[in-house]
Nanobody, 119 residues
Framework: QVQLVESGGGLVQPGGSLRLSCAASGIAFTFYDMGWYRQVPGKQRELVATINAGSGSTTRYGDSVGGRFIISRDNARNTVYLQMQSLKPEDTAVYYC???????????WGQGTQVTVSS
């Protein structure tokens, strides 16, 4: 009964900001690496950001982010966030939440949330 539920997507103007949330249930959240990926039609899903299990002291970002996004986690709320700023039309995609157990034995995905950057 693993569930990853994304929220916070929508329409935003270029240069604007948006905060995505992913609420997890059915997993021992603290022991999972978490991540955000995005996908557009005709393209493969690409890495946006990851944060390690536990305290989340280590983060990684895809090259396309360019320092504009921040990933964080709140273990008390079983939630991972993606704060996006200086958004560009090229950021338009469906954003997916990912949970990966330590050692990679489990890999779960949310249903996705649409982000559209347009004036």
């Amino acid at each position: 009964q693993v569930q990853l539920v994304e929220s916070g997507g929508g329409l935003v103007q270029p240069g604007g900001s948006l905060r995505l949330s992913c609420a997890a249930s059915g997993i021992a959240f603290t022991f999972y690496d978490m991540g955000w990926y995005r996908q557009v039609p005709g393209k493969q899903r690409e890495l946006v950001a990851t944060i390690n299990a536990g305290s989340g002291s280590t983060t990684r970002y895809g090259d396309s982010v360019g320092g504009r996004f921040i990933i964080s986690r709140d273990n008390a709320r079983n939630t991972v966030y993606l704060q996006m700023q200086s958004l560009k039309p090229e950021d338009t995609a469906v954003y997916y939440c990912n949970a990966r157990s330590i050692g990679g034995r489990r890999d779960d995905w949310g249903q996705g949330t649409q982000v559209t950057v347009s004036s």
